[in-house]
C-alpha cells in the first residue's frame, strides 16, 4: 500500500465536489478506475486463489442489490430505473477498486504503517493550516482539500484512531490533544464526536476519569474567549426551532422509519431515496423554510439511506454491524492498552476505517459512495480475505525446501 495511492483513495472524491461535483461519486470514480485495472491485473496473475470465499460473496451481494431494484421497480411506477441502472455499474467498479486496496495492502506490513501515517499527517497539517487562516479556494468551509469540515472529519477519523491505538503512551495524548485541538478551531460537531470516540476506545477508565476533571475547568475558561453556540444549538433537540443541522437529522430517522413501515420492510431499491418515498412532519418543517432539498438523497446519515433503500434487510446488517462493531472495538482498545503492540498494522487500519464508520452510519454520512465508504469496504474485504491471501507470496529459501 502506497501513501500516495491511499493518499488519493482519501481527498480526490472531496477535490470533485470542489470544481463542482454534486457528490464524492466522480472524484472517486478517477481513483476506483484505475484501481480496478490493477485489481483485474492482479487476478489474472494469481487466479482465484486470491479471493476465497470472496469470490462467492461478491456474486451474492450484488444479485441480492439487483433483485431488490427489480422488484422495486415492478412496485413502484416512479422508480428512477436510469439512476439504478448507473449506480449499479458503479457499484462493482467501487467494490472491485476497495477489493484492489484491500489486496495492496498484502505488501510490507510496515510499508502499509508508512502509507497510513503519511496520510494522517498530510491530514493533520490541512487541520493546522486552516487553523491558522488558510482556507483553499476562498472558501470559508473548506478544510485542505475538503469542501466542507465534516468531510473532512469522516476522513481524518479513521486515521487518528489508528495512530493513537499504536502510539506509545506519551504519543497517544499529543495527538487526542492535536485532534480536540483542530476540533474547537473548525467548529464540527461530527469530529468533535469523534475525537471524543476515538478517546474513549483507546485510554484507561482512570485515564479517561483523570481528562474530564481537567477538561471541566479548561472548557470554562474557553467559553469566555471561544464561541461555544455552534455546538449547543445542534445538541438542543427540544428547541421549538431547532438548528437545521438538527432537523436534517431528525428528518432522517423519520424517513427511515416511514419508508422502512409503507414499503412493507421492502424498501424502496438502490439509490432510490429522494426520487419517491414517504415525508413526515419534519421534512415538512424543512420545506416551510425551502429546506427540503437538504440530504434529500442521502437521507444525512447512511442507516437512513440503507434502512430505507433496503427496509428490513438493512436493519439485520446494521445489527450485524452493531455485533462485529463490539468486538473490533475491545481488540483494538486492547491493543491501544499494550502500548501499540501488534502483529500486524494492516488489521489495525482496516479494523479502525471499520469501527469509525459508525459515524457515517449513524451521525452524518454522505452516501455509499464516498471516500470513508470506500475505506469500509475495503476492511470488508480485508476481515473476509482469506488468511493465506494477507501475507505476501514468497519462494521458499534451498534449506526450507531440503
Known sequence: MTGLALLAAVVVPSLGLKFGASNMASGLLLVVGLYVFLFAALCALHGPRLLGKLAFIFPVVLAVVYAQ?????????????????????????????ASFLAFLAQGSKYKADFAVKFVFYVLLLSGLATILGYRAMGNPSAVGFFSENSHYALSFLPFLLYMVVLSSWRKKWFFLFMGFLITFNLQSMTLLFGVITVTIFTLRLRQLVFLSIIAIPILMVAMDYMDFEYYSSRLDFMNPNPNLSVLSFMNGWERAYLNLKDSYGIGLG?????????????????????????????????????????????VMLLVAYLVYLARSVRWLHEVSMKGGETVDYRKVFFQACFVMFFIDLFLRGTGYFSSPGFLFIASLVWIWMPPVSRTPLRIPSDDEQG
Open 69 to 97: 431494484g427489480v422488484l422495486s421497480f415492478f412496485i413502484n411506477t416512479t422508480f428512477n430505473m436510469d439512476r439504478f441502472l448507473q449506480s449499479y455499474v458503479f457499484l462493482i467498479i467501487y467494490v472491485l477498486g
Open 270 to 314: 438502490f439509490q432510490q431515496l429522494g426520487f419517491f418515498g414517504s415525508e413526515g412532519k419534519i421534512f415538512e418543517a424543512l420545506r416551510a423554510v425551502n429546506a427540503e432539498n437538504l440530504n434529500l438523497f442521502d437521507g444525512s446519515f447512511v442507516a437512513s439511506k440503507l434502512i430505507s433503500e433496503f427496509g428490513i434487510l438493512a
